[in-house]
T-cell receptor, first 115, second 116 residues
Framework: AQSVSQHNHHVILSEAASLELGCNYSYGGTVNLFWYVQYPGQHLQLLLK??????LVKGIKGFEAEFIKSKFSFNLRKPSVQWSDTAEYFCAVTSGYSSASKIIFGSGTRLSIRP | GAGVSQSPRYKVAKRGQDVALRCDPI?????LFWYQQALGQGPEFLTY????????KSGLPSDRFFAERPEGSVSTLKIQRTQQEDSAVYLC??????????????FGPGTRLLVL
């Protein structure tokens, strides 16, 4: 069965620090990878997605992620975080070629930014 | 344009009560998903509709959970005889269905259910 692991439960950084959130998935076939963000009091929003092509994906608000197939990883990065990046971040995966696939989410990483 | 909307946003139920949660997907979206998000966890899949057809209900935790989408737009998730372990945020998501490209799921704000 597919699964997604996010190793960091809670990350605390100062403003302007660099960010990397780890994500590993287990599935041997074709995967589609996502990072979703949930700001306090708001609904889940898509940060970025990888379907195919260039493994370095750029998303909104300066976030990027790199798909490393050999490591089954899709880590999220941002060179310089802001206080407004405080949120819960979820790595997620769907399988196959259908857009109608259920999403498997990781347990989330809570990011707290000190002003 | 309008996103996915859900109602009510908050629901408090006494144990044993039945509840109904509503989801209005984005207009024109064929696919509709329900997820359950327990406190401190990521969302977990419950069920999936393509138009009015329920194609996957493998994630429904028990036969107390029932979902429908009779006209292929609005969907209702019903929980009968609620129990405390049903307390969670229930998320609805919708997406276009396309054979030409992969589409993204868009999430609603969720309904926070508390069973006392």
């Amino acid at each position: 069965a597919q699964s997604v692991s996010q190793h960091n439960h809670h990350v605390i950084l100062s403003e302007a620090a660099s960010l990397e959130l780890g994500c590993n998935y287990s599935y041997g076939g074709t995967v589609n990878l996502f990072w979703y963000v949930q700001y306090p009091g708001q609904h889940l929003q898509l940060l970025l997605k990888y379907f195919s092509g260039d493994p370095l994906v750029k998303g909104i608000k300066g976030f990027e992620a790199e798909f490393i197939k050999s490591k089954f990883s899709f880590n999220l990065r941002k060179p310089s975080v802001q206080w407004s990046d405080t949120a819960e971040y979820f790595c997620a995966v769907t399988s196959g070629y259908s857009s109608a696939s259920k999403i498997i989410f990781g347990s989330g990483t809570r990011l707290s930014i000190r002003p | 344009g309008a996103g996915v909307s859900q109602s009510p946003r908050y629901k408090v139920a006494k144990r044993g009560q039945d509840v109904a949660l509503r989801c209005d997907p984005i207009s024109g979206h064929v696919s509709l998903f329900w997820y359950q998000q327990a406190l401190g966890q990521g969302p977990e899949f419950l069920t999936y509709f393509q138009n009015e057809a329920q194609l996957d209900k493998s994630g429904l935790p028990s036969d107390r959970f029932f979902a429908e989408r009779p006209e292929g737009s609005v969907s209702t998730l019903k929980i009968q005889r609620t129990q405390q372990e049903d307390s969670a945020v229930y998320l609805c998501a919708s997406s276009l269905e396309s054979t030409r490209r992969k589409e993204t799921q868009y999430f609603g704000p969720g309904t926070r259910l508390l069973v006392l």
